[in-house]
Every structure is written in C-alpha cells, then in structure tokens.
C-alpha cells in the first residue's frame, strides 16, 4: 500500500443503545432485482419471514471530512425474524483475531475492531421462565397443528383396496417433429372400480420444444400428476382376478402455424405393487401409404387418429372373444417416460402384518372379507345404537336423569 498506513483499535461492544437505523417495514421500490448478487441468492432463494435489521455503522473520515457516506462503514449487522431469533453478522470475534477495514484515499488507514457480546447473564429465574414460556408455545402448536390433521384416521371398508398414484410425464423422445405435448388418461376398469366425483382421471402437458441428446431428440416435460381409486372385492370365486386400471398417452406436435399432428399412441397397465416405478411406453401411430400422406402431414398437417384411443389395447365397447387388427398399418415411433409413485391402503395389510404372513398378490390381501364385514357391519351398529342412547340421554330432563335431582316430600 502507497503511504504511510496508520493503525488504529476499534473495539465494538453490543449494548442497549448504539447508534444504528432501521430496513424493516419500508416498502422497496425495486421489485425485480435485475442482477441478483450471491448474498442475495442465498438469502432469498427461500420463503423470508418478517426481518427487521440494525446496523452498526462507523465514519472513518479524516477530520473535518466527517459525515460523507463514502467513508461509512458497516460494522456489524443484526437482523430479528418475527420467531426472536437474532442474527450476528460478522460473528462475535471471541478466540479470532480483529476484523480489518482499509481505508483508501491520499493517507489510507488501517483500522482493527472485535464484537464481543457484554450483555449479562440470564439469573437462573429468568431461564426457567423462558423455558416455561417455550414449552406453552410449543404445546399451543402442536395442538394447532393436531387440529388441523385431526385425530381420526381414514380407513377403507373390508375387502377395499384403496390406490393413490403421484405420477409424472417425464420426457417423449425419438419422435419426427418438434413442441410436443402429451395427452394422457387413467381408465378404470368397468367392474368392482370407481373413483371419488371430483377426481380428474386426464391431463395435457405443457408444449415442450426438444433438445438433442445423443442420437435421439429428447423434450422433458416433468408434468405432475395425481389420483384416486378404489378397488372393492366382491366376487371370492378362486379364478376373479381382478382388472388393474391402464395408463392411455397420445403425443402430438404443434407446428408454426399452429397446426397438430399425431406422434404416437401408448398404453401401460399399472403397476400393481406400491412403491416407485419407472415405465417407459412405446408407441406407434395409423400409416397411410403413399407419397401424398407424408407430402400432406408435413405441409399441411394432421394424419390418421383413432376415433377410439382405447383401440391401443382392448376397446371398451368390445364384447366379443377375438380382437382382430388385420388391414391396421402402423408405424412405430417414439417412446413416452413414466415416474410413478403407487400407495395402496387396506385393512388387509393390518392384519397380515400383525399376523406375520407374507401376502403374494391383491387377492392375498383381500381374502376373508366377508367376516371382516360382518365384524365391521356389527361395530357399525354398536356405535349407531350408543349415539341414539346418548342423545336421547341428552334430552331427558335433568332432574331425571341425576339422582341428586329427586324431589324429596
């Protein structure tokens, strides 16, 4: 450094009434931050709860150059959340050398200062307080929060297998044109499956343009999805197997003029154990021979869809014993990934697990249903005739029902 460099010892205790100036509760004017720095990143990358920030400040001016902002310095920073926990920054000097400040100008300074924390300690009455007052608060919010998850537990009914699917469209790759999108639907099976009212068993992804990965042109959509079903066992001859319910996808691409064609149809039946799958569909669409099509698909878009995309695999209206497909040109495509998370809930998996049995199928798990709702049916009819007692008990007079309330002559 050019000059003489003088040193000087600053030492910065925190006490009850330094000088500092307020942040929080002023409303910024900059909303967008054009060029975030790395200190912001870090601080704002996460949901920020009420602050409210005081700092330490110094004026390192020469003499008779005091009160300019260019030579102000930042000391130390302390920021209070709305849950009183303070932050120190820089941190209390303690074992560690001085913090430095250079200076710049014609004579730079060099200037040396340590935080150290001289406040007193807590009298031992003063932590059991604080203490009592952490346990009432946490007390409070944990019956917040029992309130709002409840104390009662969603069961299902005997011989009811209940499904919950959290999926994803993944990605679509090995297809001919760019911006696809996937359309896609759950089908229940017709018999013994049924979903609740308000559950949506389809969804459309976003159009997503692809990029090059390797050989293949790979468009990642990460569409999530999710629902529910309910399977309920109701025929116990020993050849019901029971139908599982199928994943329908049709990827189109849109062009310039926003115009669709067909890319592809695929179908996969659920997995039928719980837990995390990846599935990867394969796909093919109707070909019309001829120079003219491929001319007419690619000028003008469209090309041959299926009335009917349950025709990927077994049409709902078919009710005969051979599906013939004979005179169907197809041409194979790409292929749609699938990431699937399947829960399964059921009173079976209770009482095999207390039973220590190993279960190898759904039907496994839902044998013996019908004692399971006799037992159920009965527990129902208790609880109902013990609400009808106690409500009747509830209107009677009190005088009647209390013996203390007798009328004595």
Not at 332 to 347: D, E, I, K, M, Y
Request: charged fraction near 25%.
């Amino acid at each position: 450094m050019a000059g003489r460099t003088d040193e000087s010892l600053l030492t910065l205790t925190l006490t009850d009434s330094p000088t500092w100036r307020r942040e929080g509760g002023i409303l910024k004017s900059r909303i967008v931050t054009w060029e975030p720095s790395e200190e912001f990143v870090r601080n704002n990358h996460v949901i920020n709860t009420p602050l409210q920030t005081m700092y330490i400040m110094a004026d390192l001016g020469p003499y008779g150059k005091l009160g300019y902002k260019k030579y102000e310095h930042v000391l130390c920073t302390l920021k209070v959340d709305s849950n009183g926990v303070i932050t120190v920054k820089p941190d209390f000097t303690g074992l560690k050398g001085p913090y430095r400040i250079e200076t710049e100008g014609e004579k730079p300074e060099l200037w040396k200062y340590t935080i150290d924390n001289v406040s007193s300690l807590a009298q031992p009455e003063e932590e059991e307080r604080e203490q009592r007052v952490f346990k009432d608060l946490y007390g409070r919010h944990k019956e917040y929060l029992s309130s709002l998850v409840g104390t009662d537990f969603e069961t299902t009914v005997p011989g009811a297998l209940r499904l919950f699917v959290n999926g994803e469209v993944v990605s679509a790759q090995g297809y001919e044109y760019d911006n696809l999108y996937v359309h896609f639907f759950v089908e229940l099976p017709t018999t013994n499956w049924s979903s609740p009212a308000f559950q949506q068993l389809s969804g459309i992804t976003q159009t997503c343009a692809t990029k090059s990965l390797g050989m293949d042109k790979v468009a990642y959509f990460s569409y999530p999805f999710t629902f529910e079903a309910s399977f309920l066992h109701e025929d116990e001859s020993a050849g019901a197997l029971p139908e599982w319910p199928v994943l329908y996808c049709e990827v189109h691409s849109l062009d310039f003029w926003q115009r669709y064609r067909v890319e592809g149809y695929g179908a996969v039946v659920l997995p039928a154990t719980p837990g995390a799958h990846t599935l990867r569909v394969s796909t093919w669409r109707p070909l019309e021979l001829g120079t003219v099509a491929e001319l007419r698909r690619f000028f003008i878009g469209g090309s041959l869809e299926l009335e009917d995309l349950s025709y990927v695999r077994i049409p709902g209206t078919f009710k005969g014993e051979c599906l013939s497909r004979f005179g169907l040109r197809t041409e194979t495509t790409g292929s749609v990934t699938f990431r699937l998370h399947c829960l399964q809930q059921s009173r079976a998996f209770m009482e095999s697990s207390s039973l220590r049995k190993r279960m190898r199928s759904v039907l496994d798990r839902l044998e013996g249903f019908s004692q399971q709702s006799s037992i159920h049916n009965v527990l129902e009819a208790f609880r109902r005739a013990r609400r009808r007692m106690q409500e009747a008990r509830e209107s009677l007079p009190q005088d009647l029902v209390s013996p203390s309330g007798a009328m004595v002559r």
